[in-house]
Nanobody, 129 residues
Framework: QVQLVESGGGLVQDGGSLRLSCAAS????????MGWFRQAPGKEREFVAA????????YYAEPVKGRFLISRDNTKNTVYLQMNSLKPEDTAVYFC??????????????????????WGQGTQVTVSS
């Protein structure tokens, strides 16, 4: 069992930046694939980005490629999402996720529209135009 707590959300103007953090406790963080999803009002939760347990491999959804950067610090049990050039359509609740599956298995599941095994409570990101 892993507990995830997100922080760093807020209100930002179009074109601005935010950095989200997700602190993990419980199960061994360094062996888990970590990721971020988001859910906008009236829409289903969608994948944003994922990072392998070493931090060496990343995977992004097309709408955020080149604007968002996912990273992790296994010494701090924390995963980050640096969001740049934010747009109003990025407005959503952002959720941190953790999964014990191997990288390839997790990515395959993401491509099938599946989520992660564990979730945080989410943090609101609002981008004003």
């Amino acid at each position: 069992q892993v507990q995830l707590v997100e922080s760093g959300g807020g209100l930002v103007q179009d074109g601005g930046s935010l950095r989200l953090s997700c602190a993990a406790s419980g199960r061994s963080f360094g062996t888990m694939t970590m990721g971020w999803f988001r859910q906008a009002p009236g829409k289903e939760r969608e994948f944003v980005a994922a990072v392998s347990w070493t931090g060496g491999i990343t995977y992004y959804a097309e709408p955020v490629k080149g604007r968002f950067l996912i990273s992790r610090d296994n010494t701090k049990n924390t995963v980050y999402l640096q969001m740049n050039s934010l747009k109003p359509e990025d407005t959503a609740v952002y959720f941190c996720g953790a999964d014990v599956g191997a990288w390839g298995t997790v990515v395959a599941a993401i491509r099938r529209g599946q989520g992660f095994g564990s979730w945080g409570q989410g943090t609101q990101v609002t981008v004003s135009s």
